[in-house]
């Protein structure tokens, strides 16, 4: 069973950082992608970045630049560093680990960026 727990999110003003870390503490069989997704009022969910198990890195175009993923295999934890924030970036931010291409979620975390 995958257990996703996220944590990290806050309030921020334009400009500043926020560290997102999302920690498995279940089974990691089968876990290759695991990834970061946003939810803001009024949207549908979509991705932020997601990483591999060996590394490599898919971002959303509003994201380039600002937001790095991460990601340490022996901790099961995965880290979103967001830089320069813009209000656009408030929402609940989950993060989501696919185990044999079946998506697992955490129970979100918000992130709320004022201007």
């Known amino acids: 069973q995958v257990q996703l727990v996220e944590s990290g999110g806050g309030l921020v003003q334009a400009g500043g950082s926020l560290r997102l870390s999302c920690a498995n503490s279940g089974s990691t069989l089968g876990i290759n992608v695991m990834g970061w997704y946003r939810r803001a009022p009024g949207k549908q969910r979509e991705l932020v970045a997601s990483i591999s198990r060996g590394g490599s890195t898919t971002y959303a175009d509003s994201v380039t630049g600002r937001f790095t993923i991460s990601r340490d295999n022996a901790k099961n934890t995965v880290y979103l560093q967001m830089n320069n924030l813009n209000p656009e970036d408030t929402a609940v931010y989950y993060c989501?680990?696919?185990?044999?291409?079946?998506?697992?979620w955490g129970q979100g975390t918000q992130v709320t960026v004022s201007s």
């Open positions: 989501n680990a696919k185990k044999f291409d079946i998506d697992h």
